[in-house]
C-alpha cells in the first residue's frame, strides 16, 4: 500500500510550497490528502498576489495522524500564522511527532513546530524573519536547504522545494523499506512455528 501524506493548509499558503512538492510526491507514488479548517477550496498567495483556489479533500476534524504516513506544511506568511491558532492543527503535529513520523515544514511553517513545542534541542531551518523565534523556542537555526532532525525535515524558502520534497521522498521510502522489513521477520517468525 503506497504511503500516504497529510497536507495542512489554510488561504494563504505560499502556493509552490504547496503543490510543487504534492506534485513531487504524487509522482514518485505516494497518495496525498489536503486538509484544511476551512471547507470548500483554498487560495494560495502567489507572486504578490492571491493565487488560484485549490480543492480541500478533507476537513481537519476529519484526519488523525494514524491514518498518514507524514505530514507536509507548506509555508506563506499568512497559512501557518493562522493555522497556529487552531488547537486542532497543533494537536495533529503533536500526534506525528509523538508516533516519529516524518513532518517536514517550509518557510514560515516552521511556526507550527514552535506552536507545538517540538523545536527545543533540534536543529531546524526556516524563512529568515522566523530564525529569532526559532531560536527562542529553543531550536538550533542553520542557513541551509534543508535541515533534518530526527523526524522533522525543514526548509528556507521556495529555492529549496526540490531537495525538501526529496528529503521527505526519502524518509518516506526508508519507511517503507522498514515495514517491507518487518513483514518479512513477521512472515519468517510464522513459518518458524
Known amino acids: 500500500m503506497a504511503k500516504r501524506v497529510l497536507i495542512l493548509a489554510t488561504d494563504g499558503f505560499e502556493q509552490s510550497e504547496l503543490l510543487e512538492p504534492r506534485k513531487l510526491l504524487e509522482a514518485a507514488g505516494f497518495e496525498t490528502t489536503l486538509a484544511s479548517p476551512t471547507p470548500g477550496t483554498i487560495r ?3 507572486d504578490g498576489d492571491w493565487g488560484k483556489p485549490i480543492k480541500v479533500d478533507k476537513d481537519i476534524e476529519d484526519v488523525s495522524a494514524d491514518d498518514f504516513d507524514a505530514l507536509l506544511l507548506p509555508g506563506g506568511q499568512m497559512n501557518p500564522d493562522i493555522l497556529r491558532m487552531d488547537d486542532r492543527v497543533i494537536e495533529l503535529i503533536e500526534d506525528f511527532d509523538s508516533e516519529n513520523k516524518p513532518i517536514a515544514a517550509i518557510c514560515h511553517a516552521p511556526w507550527l513546530l514552535i ?3 517540538i523545536v527545543d534541542g533540534r536543529t531546524v531551518t526556516g524563512w529568515p524573519s522566523i530564525h ?3 531560536e527562542n523556542a529553543g531550536a ?3 542557513d541551509q536547504a534543508v535541515a533534518i532532525d530526527g523526524n522533522l525535515i525543514t526548509s528556507r524558502k521556495p529555492e529549496d522545494i526540490p531537495a525538501f520534497a526529496q528529503a521527505l521522498i526519502d524518509a518516506l521510502e526508508e519507511a517503507e523499506e522498514e515495514d517491507e522489513d518487518d513483514a518479512e521477520e513477521e512472515d ?3 513459518e518458524e512455528l
Open 44 to 46: 494560495g498567495w502567489h
Open 115 to 117: 506552536e507545538a513545542d
Open 132 to 134: 529569532t523565534d526559532l
Open 140 to 142: 538550533e537555526v542553520v
Open 188 to 190: 519468517d517468525d510464522i
